[in-house]
């Protein structure tokens, strides 16, 4: 029901930032669990962060904590991905993921994806 498109990505310098998106379209946004997911070359899909939806809290990787912070816009149907800080252990591809029934940190949990968006870190 919901489609999720990210945008934001790009390359960076270690130790720079970037604010990534991920628009919602469909269902109703506020009822969602968001989260997001990164993939870097030869690796698996691993978990970043999450924020529940209205009166939940949000949860983040050990790798990300206190670099990066996940917040979202009910009013623009839009979760944000704020990067500070970043390392070039970083790069990856980064994917948005929604649902509206429980939460995890699982990517199986996770109905709705969007097409992902690059990250690039150099050193």
């Known amino acids: 029901q919901a489609q999720l498109v990210e945008s934001g990505g790009g390359l960076v310098q270690a130790g720079g930032s970037l604010r990534l998106s991920c628009e919602a379209s469909g269902g109703t946004f506020s009822s969602y669990h968001m989260a997001w997911f990164r993939q870097a070359p030869g690796k698996e899909r691993e978990f970043v962060a999450l924020?529940?939806?209205?009166?939940?809290?949000?949860y983040y990787a050990d790798s990300v904590k206190g670099r990066f912070t996940l917040s979202r816009d009910n009013a623009k149907n839009t979760a944000y991905l704020q990067m500070n800080s970043l390392k070039p252990e970083d790069t990856a591809v980064y994917y948005c993921?929604?649902?509206?029934?429980?939460?995890?940190?699982?990517?199986?949990?996770?109905?709705?994806w969007g097409q992902g968006t690059q990250v690039t870190v150099s050193s």
């Open positions: 993921a929604a649902d509206n029934r429980g939460s995890s940190y699982a990517i199986q949990s996770y109905k709705y």
């Open positions: 924020i529940l939806r209205s009166g939940g809290g949000t």
